[in-house]
């Protein structure tokens, strides 16, 4: 791809805006919200990748806005990072009613997008957010070993290789998991700092819808 970084993602996005074929699409336009795309520095060395879009994402637009976002923006304060210097994105783009869990035919129709962010943003480090988000990266890179589980692998690296590189894994329990759950909270303090070990970034990053 040789287009500027934000050039590819507006194509991506205007791909999943016109995305009729998509059985969220009606959800979506009926209850006037819209797809979630990404958000963050389009030169990132972290990828944090959720599962889908709540209910105040698809009223934004923007990614891990509500409940799960604001205990997210205080896991990333813990180990100084903000917000603008990482990307986030989500495995849906579109909000599933009743925030039910990603359908397979979903995921298999959303996924494709999601790839080409990661090697249109090229992270060094992928942080997976939940269950589906995980299977689905490791899935993806050949680094997923059947039945593995998170409550196996939360806080642990898992290295794998790229068409750009090699990347580094990091398997995370969900946000909303910690929001009326303490121990959980801990756990996922203690799973941040993981990331403290990647680099910080060289200069502050850009935020941007996308
Ligand atoms: N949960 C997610 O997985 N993603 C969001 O963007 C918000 C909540």
Redesign the pocket.
């Known amino acids: 791809m040789s287009t500027d970084r934000s050039d590819q993602l507006r194509a991506i996005r205007d791909a999943i805006v016109n995305l009729k074929s998509s059985p969220l699409y009606e959800y979506r336009v009926s209850n006037r919200y819209f797809p979630?795309i990404g958000q963050g520095d389009h030169y990132a060395d972290i990828m944090f990748i959720?599962?889908?879009?709540?209910k105040?994402?698809a009223e934004t637009g923007r990614?891990?806005?509500?409940a799960?976002?604001r205990v997210l923006d205080e896991l990333l304060k813990s180990i100084d990072l903000k917000r603008e210097d990482v990307y986030?994105t989500?495995i849906l783009k579109d909000r599933p009613p009743n925030n039910r869990d990603p359908l397979k035919n979903e995921i298999e129709l959303y996924t494709p997008f999601l790839e080409q962010q990661i090697e249109i943003i090229q992270p060094k480090v992928i942080a997976t957010?939940?269950r589906f988000s995980m299977e689905f990266i490791l899935r993806h890179f050949g680094a997923y070993q059947s039945n593995q589980k998170i409550s196996q692998l939360h806080g642990t690296v898992v290295k794998a290789r790229t068409n750009y590189g090699r990347v580094s894994v990091v398997p995370l329990f969900?946000?909303?998991a910690a929001l009326y759950n303490s121990s959980q909270r801990e756990t996922l303090e203690k799973d941040f700092q993981v990331l403290k070990q990647f680099d910080a970034p060289a200069q502050p990053g850009t935020m941007r819808l996308l």
């Open positions: 979630v959720g599962e889908a879009p709540g105040n994402e990614p891990f806005c509500g799960s976002g986030v989500n957010l939940g969900h946000p909303a």
